[in-house]
């Protein structure tokens, strides 16, 4: 999982290559800084010096047919296909390609940097060269060469809705079917309060009953609060018995905020990690709640008290055989996920080694430390918080592994799981010891049975890794070509979700929570904005506009006032990276990337809504900052909100009528 520090932002409406920067490691930044001899000045080549490079003679250029253009590559035969079929090309074409395929697939060609040659194709009329015939606005630059595809079945997606997802939801462990009835959906709830109050029904139907209640509260797009702050916030998370939430943001500090009352939150504790790489990537409670362990990309986990009274520096524990803390991750390793084991006593990391550590706190000295997959291992979780043996990793080499904490000593998985083609985002166990989800590069999020999984002969037999090794596609830098999707050939998850968009970052998902939503769901943030909310037959049961609500006027600083226009804030743009429902009230959390070019982060609070009429205070959609002070209710030079809120008034009445 590479990245850079630089970031791209994508606009429908605008025809130019968009390229989209993970700011989730630092290898490039490091690349950049080793080359400390390459003159800057040389970083401002002038376009026509660049396209004499490409170009020897400028007629070879102009005379580029308007049509789409794919370079292709077998062997070494090079052919030009127009969409009318393919036919043998000039030298002097083959000769121009070449030079673009040399000079992208290479970090630097003599005073040519990458970045230089990106943005040169991003101002200059060479996407013929590059781009497919539907390649307009949605046409994504590919470096590296294109390999020539096959015919596709146009029938290879996952079938929506789901047979199998289907027989989950009749089956009664994700949830409860509703009971056909005449009553309008609207009324339902209320009837069922009503049944709920008079205990109408035997033990069984009472039971249904509350459960439909609560599966049918899905939370809306109109937030309750949103609480803005200068840095992204990559992750955010409600506590098991839903009295805490903390939110991890990229200044490598962590907000924690009293959450036993949701509808009045109370933040009481700012924790730091000190020397911090980039930003933070991971935190973990504790069972009880009393510590949280948060992690950046480095060797080193921070252990912080929650308790309020604590103010306390936290402990800094060094995961690295050697015990010895150290600043940064050079000549260390960085850690992408943190989890705390069902009993307290471990920590099992993910890092960018291609391994899995288990770390025991009181000892305070490393269990096992496995290189068990070919790349970076993004994701980690236990199949169960009671348990402390079964856990899970996900990583970049496309696969699940299975391992049983009992036997890891021989540095063998115990199983594996085998259907993504492109790296693990993130992994989320339903505690029941047996169902996990996962989300990916793909651009999809899939459902896994432990009964289901690969042994470890199966999967060395089946080598699945020979389908998904040669990928050139990278998340952080363009959109996922539907074309390259594939199913699997050993593909053994149970469903797959499909619909949300999992660019630029880690985008994670989760299980709905029994209580709240009596298991029903899973969702997942997604880089257009969005939180998807899926039924367990992969059609979609809501979706929460975070980008619409956290760009409302209202609702920002007053010094954002002056960027707005007639069409809003041009340029704003919303990365949800996380989202947390609450365990006990139909709530959900959203922590997002945001702003202008993603500089900024929020979390809003959306909770269910029947109707947009809003007639409690604080009003819905206050903003706050990350102490909760209000901010949107005047700005700094004390202009009012009222015409803002007596247009939305407005818009409200007529929508009732």
């Not at 899973?522 to 059609?539: F, L, P, Q, R």
Request: aromatic content about 10%.
């Amino acid at each position: 999982m590479n990245s850079s520090s630089s970031q791209s932002e994508h606009r429908e409406d605008e025809q130019h290559v968009e390229f989209y920067v993970d700011a989730e490691d630092t290898h490039a930044e490091d690349e950049d800084e080793e080359d400390s001899d390459y003159d800057e000045e040389e970083e401002e080549l002038d376009e026509d010096d660049m396209g004499h490079d490409l170009f020897e003679d400028e007629d070879e250029f102009h005379d580029a047919e308007e049509d789409a253009v794919h370079i292709m590559e077998m062997g070494d035969d090079i052919e030009i296909q127009d969409g009318q079929g393919s036919q043998p090309a000039s030298p002097e074409r083959i000769a121009v390609q070449q030079r673009l395929i040399n000079l992208i697939s290479r970090r630097r060609t003599g005073l040519l940097s990458q970045r230089q040659v990106l943005n040169y194709l991003r101002t200059s009329n060479l996407g013929h060269l590059l781009y497919d015939e539907n390649g307009d606005e949605d046409g994504e630059f590919q470096p590296g060469h294109r390999m020539r595809r096959r015919a596709l079945d146009p029938n290879r997606f996952p079938k929506v809705p789901s047979d199998k997802g289907r027989e989950l939801m009749n089956s009664g462990t994700f949830g409860t079917e509703d009971i056909q009835t005449t009553i309008r959906s609207k009324k339902r709830l209320a009837q069922r309060i009503v049944d709920r109050e008079l205990g109408i029904g035997n033990r069984s139907n009472r039971r249904a009953n509350q459960g439909m209640m609560a599966q049918s509260m899905i939370p809306s797009t109109d937030a309750d609060m949103i609480i803005n702050y200068d840095d992204n916030v990559y992750s955010g998370q409600f506590s098991d018995d839903g009295n805490f939430f903390f939110a991890c943001v990229k200044d490598f500090k962590v907000r924690m905020y009293d959450t036993s009352n949701p509808y009045n939150w109370r933040h009481y504790k700012t924790v730091s990690y000190p020397f911090g790489s980039w930003t933070l990537t991971d935190a973990s409670l504790s069972p009880d709640n009393k510590w949280l362990a948060y992690t950046s990309i480095q060797s080193n986990v921070c252990l912080a008290p929650t308790d309020p009274n604590d103010t306390g520096d936290p402990y800094t524990l060094s995961l690295s055989e050697d015990n010895a803390p150290r600043l940064g991750w050079r000549g260390g390793f960085g850690i992408w996920s943190i989890r705390f084991s069902g009993d307290g006593r471990e920590l099992v990391a993910g890092t960018n080694e291609n391994s899995i550590i288990v770390y025991d706190i009181e000892s305070r000295r490393v269990l096992h430390q496995i290189e068990g997959h070919d790349d970076d291992v993004n994701a980690v979780c236990f199949a169960d918080k009671s348990s402390p043996h079964i856990l899970y990793s996900g990583s970049d080499d496309t696969t699940i592994k299975v391992w049983d904490r009992r036997s890891m000593g021989d540095g063998r998985e115990a199983g594996a799981f085998v259907g993504h083609i492109e790296g693990l985002t993130y992994l989320d166990s339903k505690d029941d010891g047996r169902y996990l989800l996962s989300n990916g590069k793909d651009q999809s999020m899939k459902l896994w049975d432990l009964k289901m999984m690969y042994s470890t002969t199966q999967f060395r037999e089946k080598n699945p890794r020979q389908h998904t090794r040669y990928s050139e596609f990278d998340y952080r830098w363009s959109r996922f070509d539907d074309a390259d999707w594939f199913p699997h050939p050993d593909d053994n998850s149970v469903v797959t979700f499909r619909g949300h968009s999992v660019l630029r970052t880690l985008i994670r998902c989760h299980f709905s929570p029994p209580s709240s939503t009596n298991s029903r769901y899973v969702y997942s943030g997604s880089h257009d904005g969005k939180v998807y909310i899926y039924n367990m037959d992969a059609t979609i049961a809501g979706i929460i506009d975070v980008k619409k609500t956290t760009s409302d006027v209202k609702s920002l600083p007053g010094t954002y006032r002056e960027f707005r226009t007639m069409r809003g804030f041009p340029g704003w743009s919303t990365v949800v990276r996380d989202a947390s429902w609450h365990p006990n009230a139909p709530f959900i959390a959203a922590s997002a990337l945001n702003g202008w070019d993603h500089a900024l982060g929020t979390v809003t609070l959306h909770s269910y809504n029947e109707s947009r009429l809003d007639e409690g205070m604080p009003r819905m959609g206050t903003g706050y900052d990350e102490k909760l002070k209000p901010v949107s209710v005047g700005g700094d030079d004390g202009e009012s909100n009222s015409d803002y809120e007596d247009e939305d008034e407005d818009e409200e009445f007529l929508g009732a009528l």
